[in-house]
């Protein structure tokens, strides 16, 4: 049975509660990691989050998201390296070693382009990132998000980018529910590991019929994603990292929180 302590779980996955909250409940379930998303913390102090969590003995996994890099002008290109070093700041505050990145797409513009600007503005960002210790994750998101969130879909494309900027601070996310599908998946997991850029590995469920494309994610074993398969492909490549939930679901999030946390780590004992 995967051990708890190797369970995290993203703070959007139960958005109804305010972060003071979450953290009391995913310490008494035994969880051993929190990812923080930057919403969780708008309006409250970073470092008296940052001490709840401590002292609650959770590890902060990563800090969610940065990213949205392209854009049509130049004003928008700074704006966006503006928030992302913004983002870096509020990782080294919360004590979050890594940032996910959702590389972000301008609909209409050619992807070619925009995984350009991806690259440049990961580029711009990285010494500070480097300065303050903080790892970004690029995460690639299925193809049906090419339009405004991300012109990187694939494994090879989150490949592709890392071996441009070549550093050993950007890296890979690998969530199931994005790249599941892909018959590249093994070998590009294993090309990511070659390069130690294995960072992070996230988990929910594709539900059939799917209802909503944001937001009708599956719980572990609700759905058709072949979990364990791909936490072996990544464990075999020699991540040993968190298994993070992350579950964006309005379903689930219109139901009472405590029994939702409950099914979550039923689900990970017994389908991840
Ligand atoms: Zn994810």
Redesign the pocket.
Known sequence: MLPLSKLCV?TITTKPWPIEVAMDKYAAAGIGGITVWRQALEGKNIETVRAGLASRNLEVVSL?RGGFFPAADVKGLQAAIDDNLRAIDEAAALGAPMI?L?CGAVPGQPLEKSRDQIVDGIQAVLPHAEACGVKLAI?P?HPMYADDRSAISTMAQANAACERIGSPSVGI?V?V??VWWDDALPDQIRLAAQHNRLF?F?V?DWMTPTTDLLNDRGLMGEGCIDIPGIRKAMEEAGFDGFN?V?IFSNRWWSQDQDAFLSRIVSAYQEHC
């Open positions: 993203h969610c996910v959702v995460e998101l996310a969530d529910y994005h992070a996230h929910c993070e992350e």
